[in-house]
């Protein structure tokens, strides 16, 4: 088994020569096919996690499977819980080209899902998968949706740390909420913990909606190169249209890795 989940148990098998991830879904109607296989299924990136196929149970009843490529390294949660991010000299703080590199990675898978047309909704350091050599998959489609104009009302919500205030306040849905949620995870990776540890979830409501409550914002750590902090801030503006779109938050992290490696280069 590799994880439990909000719908049913995911486990790793091999089918048809292939080393696969499969997501059981209990109880699928007769002739439907999840949204989140539909979606899957039309996508192929670098940093997404490909989806092979949709396939019933022949043996029971109601049950269905979802084959996904393997990610063996876990999930970017465990990897930030183990302190892969952390410096390597032990010195307390964190890798930049590390955090810089993984962020790039998801910051091209997402700018892929809005290239066409499809929101993820729930991003989240769980629902980034890592393979065995490191390199990020966007992974869970499971509350995604293709997505059409400014913005849209939603009826379902994905994780409220990672949830712009838009979304919490109004049930309004965009880009730029996902933008939001990478921001989110820009301070985890940084932090080396997951955003509003410790708090209650009407504490983490209360600091979303109140934008004068400087002591609830989320901070990035003082030693965070000043692109890096901007980048963030910007990701986790409140206006949703002013957040930059995934095309330069890609930019502008390449930018950054070029600065980090020449930075490296000279101190060595
Ligand atoms: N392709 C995969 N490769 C390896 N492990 C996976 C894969 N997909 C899911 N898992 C594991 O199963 C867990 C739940 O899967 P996920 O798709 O996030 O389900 P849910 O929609 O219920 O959150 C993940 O956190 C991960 O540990
Ligand atoms: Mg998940």
């Given amino acids: 088994m590799l994880g439990r989940g909000s719908f049913g148990t995911v486990y790793e098998a091999q089918w048809q020569a292939r080393h696969v991830a499969v997501k059981v879904i209990p109880n699928v109607a007769e002739a439907a096919e999840p949204i989140e296989a539909i979606i899957g299924k039309k996508l192929r990136h670098a940093h997404v996690v490909e989806t092979y196929s949709f396939e019933r149970n022949p043996h029971k009843k109601g049950e269905a499977w979802i084959l996904l490529e393997f990610c063996g390294g876990g999930s970017l949660l465990q990897a930030v819980r183990k302190g892969t991010f952390k410096d390597a000299a032990g010195r307390g703080g964190f890798n930049i080209a590390r955090v810089v590199g993984t962020a790039l990675e998801i910051a091209q898978g997402m700018d892929y899902l809005h290239s066409r ?9 769980s629902n980034v998968l890592l393979t065995t050599e490191g390199a990020a998959k966007i992974s869970d489609f499971g509350l995604s949706r293709a997505f059409c104009g400014q913005t849209q009302a939603t009826e379902t919500f994905g994780t409220l740390s990672h949830a712009p205030p ?3 306040g109004k049930g309004k849905l965009s880009r ?8 989110v995870m820009l301070v985890e990776l ?3 913990e997951r955003a509003y540890q410790g708090l209650q ?5 209360y600091a979303k909606l109140c934008a004068d409550k400087e002591s609830y914002q989320l901070t990035f750590p003082e030693d965070t190169p000043e692109p890096l902090v901007s980048l963030g801030r910007a990701c986790m503006q409140r206006d949703h249209k002013l957040r930059p779109p995934f095309p330069e938050v890609v930019a502008r992290l390449q930018a950054l890795r070029s600065r980090v490696a020449t930075q490296s280069r000279e101190e060595s």
């Fill in 166 to 168: 838009e979304l919490v």
């Fill in 201 to 205: 979830p009407f504490q983490v409501m």
């Fill in 190 to 192: 940084t932090r080396g």
């Fill in 176 to 183: 730029g909420a996902d933008v939001y949620a990478f921001g």
């Fill in 117 to 125: 047309d499809v929101l993820h909704s729930d991003l989240n350091c």
